[in-house]
């Protein structure tokens, strides 16, 4: 009985063995999934795009930890875009027609995606979206899904300028680099104003390689406004907001900030501290309660000792977790269709809710999502250097939209920057 | 919309503005004015200097400008190795050197953004000092003090310089071999020693242009793309190798930029430096302050 038992057991174990080898062999010798992007690693743009790509490698370890997509183990091919426009088309087309990758994501942001639209289009590739804003609107390509929150376009100027209102304002000022994201915002602030009834009262785009605002912000200032929206890049975000502070902005301003990106980086949150009280600013994602989802925590865990060796942002809220929910997405739909075919891939994305670490996301027929899932947030009480306080909650007190409210609005903006 | 409060304190703007772009453009008034050399990379030094200043401050409390000067001598040491390099694998070899020297000022360019990318990562870094954030306010005019301080330190820096090139052995040395190499070389001197200091102290004028730079704005590893135009632009528009001549160009560049970007529409700014030096090169293209050949 005992031999027969041991005789067993070893036949079993074999088999077992025998099993999980030949599965570990045949997903060692099945060619991986490649999925293919341009990310910025150095250029302006690097501080999100290190991030963002840092988000997908953590999601592509997990997934590879999990046995991979249909047998086969997920691969990243990443060329950097040197956070240039005019990099992106002929990346693109090596990663189709040299490196054949399976999957495209798109690189971070608006500039360097909005050029391979029309290629992705023609080639009839599916296009996950990467923080882009609005580049789909004029293209049309129906295999377009954004991994940002945006949702529809003039949902961001509507969420900041409704607090504007509500806060008493009637006039606005709208202060925009003068390139594609920050035009496209202060385009649908423009519409935004006009239909709520506000009066625009400055409106001027300033060229990226602005050294110093003072002399923009006094004109702003002259003009006296009751709401500043700003559209700005990472770059002249702290320099806005230096000028703010040493030349001041006006005791009528009851509202400021709104689409500065740069704010939800973690050195440059650290770098300005206290000046940023007050700011009301977009946020995709806060550690407030509401933000938290199934896998959030683990995945902020994961990254946050991944990001000190890798020298990106401590913190990673903008856009590292959108990156593992590309990732989240792409995996669903592969799994559901079964196969690579963009059609059927796109398909599903396109008619089914995703559950990621950022929560459920549904699509819109242009590729957005179908609701808006960006917050609006107040800095709060922020001290200088200190890169750790922006890990508790109630430094940036979340205003819109109601169901995740945190807080209400400090005002004027004077006050609230005491 | 036009008032003759913004339009004086678009001037008092301008001015300071001015004077921190003379103060990143003095050092290329020497290599590139005085030397002949395509130094494509004098951007990236100056970047590479805020870097070091941002660790100082950042890792021992150093004042920034404190830190700058402290920089200077290392900094001193790099422009004559610099030199050395670019002498002995390009210059040396023929008369198209400019020309390949571009492409090897750009490779040091590249090179030293990348190092920075490594060792600090590719976030925007600043420092911190008593006099940044803070505004000295004239009536309901605010000036910032990080501006008045690079106006002070540009006017310190061209009073020196100017100084050093015209009253100094080594100063009119170097002058010297700027009009002419050979005649030096004809009476003994050895020019391309005299043109490896020259290099050396334009390198080591970034150790404290370079503070100024983290001082009136935040830097990232790629800033040295945006100072480019803008330094090449002040120093031709001056006339090759003036320092006073430096100033004044930067002050005008600074008041006209500050002036559009106030009142006329601050997409045009980026536009004015390139067709004011345009416009100067038509009329005087010995530049401002140049001495017609």
Redesign the interface.
């Known amino acids: 009985m005992k031999r027969r038992t041991l005789l067993g057991g070893t036949i079993t174990a074999a088999v077992l063995g025998l099993t999980f080898g030949l599965a570990a062999t045949a997903l060692a010798q099945q060619p991986p999934i490649k999925i293919g992007m341009s990310m910025a690693q150095t250029g302006g743009l690097a501080g999100g795009g290190k991030a963002s790509q840092l988000g997908i490698e953590v999601w592509r370890d997990d997934v590879n930890a999990k046995g991979g997509l249909l047998g086969r183990k997920v691969e990243l091919i990443v060329y950097d875009d040197k956070s240039s426009a005019s990099e992106t088309p002929a990346i693109y087309s090596k990663l189709l027609d040299v490196d054949k990758v399976d999957i495209l994501f798109a690189p971070y942001a608006t500039v360097p995606t909005a050029p391979l639209m029309p290629l992705v289009k023609q080639r009839g590739m599916l296009l996950i979206g990467n923080f882009s804003f609005q580049v789909n609107s004029k293209v049309g390509h129906d295999m377009w899904f954004n991994n940002a929150p945006w949702g529809p376009a003039d949902s961001w100027a509507t969420s900041f300028l409704d607090l504007g209102q509500k806060a008493g304002g009637k006039t606005v000022a709208l202060l925009a680099a003068d390139q594609e994201f920050a035009q496209n915002l202060a385009k649908t602030a423009r519409e935004v104003a006009t239909k709520l009834g506000m009066q625009i009262v400055f409106d001027q785009a300033y060229p990226p390689s602005t050294v110093e605002f003072s002399g923009i912000l006094r004109a702003l200032k002259a003009a006296k406004p009751d709401i500043v929206y700003v559209a700005s890049y990472p770059p002249d975000s702290a320099g806005i907001l230096r000028g703010v502070n040493e030349i001041g902005i006006g005791d009528n301003v009851k509202l400021f900030g709104g689409g500065m990106v740069g704010l939800q980086f973690g050195a440059v949150m650290e770098n300005l501290g206290s000046l940023l009280n007050g700011v009301v600013n977009y946020n995709t994602w806060l550690p407030e309660p509401g933000m938290y989802n199934e896998g959030t925590k683990a995945f902020f865990e994961n990254y946050t000792k991944r990001a000190v060796e890798a020298k990106v942002d401590p913190l990673g809220y903008y856009l590292a977790p959108y990156g593992y929910a590309s990732g989240q997405m792409i995996e669903q739909a592969i799994k559901a269709v079964g196969s690579l075919d963009q059609k059927a891939l796109a398909k599903y994305l396109r008619e089914n809710t995703h559950k990621t670490i950022v929560g459920p996301i549904t699509f819109a027929a242009d590729g957005e999502w179908k609701e808006t899932g960006v917050v609006q947030a107040q800095f709060r009480g922020i001290v200088d250097k200190n890169m750790e306080q922006f890990r508790s909650s109630g430094k940036q007190v979340i205003l819109f939209p109601d169901k995740m409210k945190s807080g209400t609005l400090v005002t004027p903006f004077e006050a609230a920057r005491k | 919309?036009f008032?003759f409060?913004?339009l004086l304190?678009?001037v008092v703007?301008?001015v300071l503005?001015g004077c921190?772009y003379a103060a990143v453009s003095l050092g290329l008034s020497i290599s590139f004015g005085l030397l002949d050399v395509p130094h494509v990379a004098h951007p990236a030094f100056l970047v590479l200097a805020s870097y070091a200043v941002f660790f100082l401050n950042e890792h021992y409390g150093i004042d920034p400008l404190v830190a700058g000067l402290l920089i200077t001598p290392l900094f001193f040491l790099f422009g004559l190795l610099a030199y050395r390099l670019y002498y002995e694998t390009f210059e040396k070899r023929g008369s198209d050197a400019g020309v390949r020297g571009i492409a090897f000022f750009f490779g040091i360019a590249f090179i030293i953004?990348?190092l920075i990318?490594l060792q600090?990562?590719?976030?925007?870094?600043?420092v911190?000092a008593t006099y940044i954030?803070?505004?000295w306010r004239i009536g309901d005019m605010?000036i910032?003090?990080r501006?008045l301080v690079a106006f002070a330190v540009a006017a310190v820096l061209t009073v020196l310089l100017a100084f050093y090139l015209s009253k100094t052995f080594m100063g009119r040395a170097i002058r010297a071999v700027a009009q002419d190499q050979e005649a030096l070389r004809l009476m003994g001197a050895n020019p391309i020693r005299i043109k490896q200091w020259a290099f050396g102290i334009a390198t080591a004028v970034l150790g404290i242009s370079g503070a100024l730079l983290i001082i009136?704005?935040?830097v990232?590893?790629?800033?040295d793309r945006?100072y480019i135009g803008r330094t090449f632009c002040v120093v031709v528009m001056a006339g090759l190798g003036s320092m006073t001549g430096t100033l004044v160009a930067a002050i005008i560049l600074g008041i006209a930029e500050?002036i559009v970007?106030?009142?006329f529409?601050?997409?045009w700014?980026?536009a004015i430096s390139f067709a004011m030096l345009l416009g100067v090169l038509a009329v005087r293209p010995q530049g401002l302050f140049g001495r017609r050949s």
Do not use: H, N
């Not at chain 2, 600090?120 to 600043?126: L, Y």
């Not at chain 2, 990232?220 to 800033?223: E, F, M, Y």
């Open positions: 919309m008032s409060e913004l304190d678009a703007i301008g503005l921190f953004e990348v990318i600090f990562g590719v976030d925007q870094r600043s911190t954030g803070k505004a605010r910032p003090f501006l009136v704005a935040p990232d590893p790629t800033l945006a500050t970007l106030t009142l529409g601050a997409s700014a980026p």
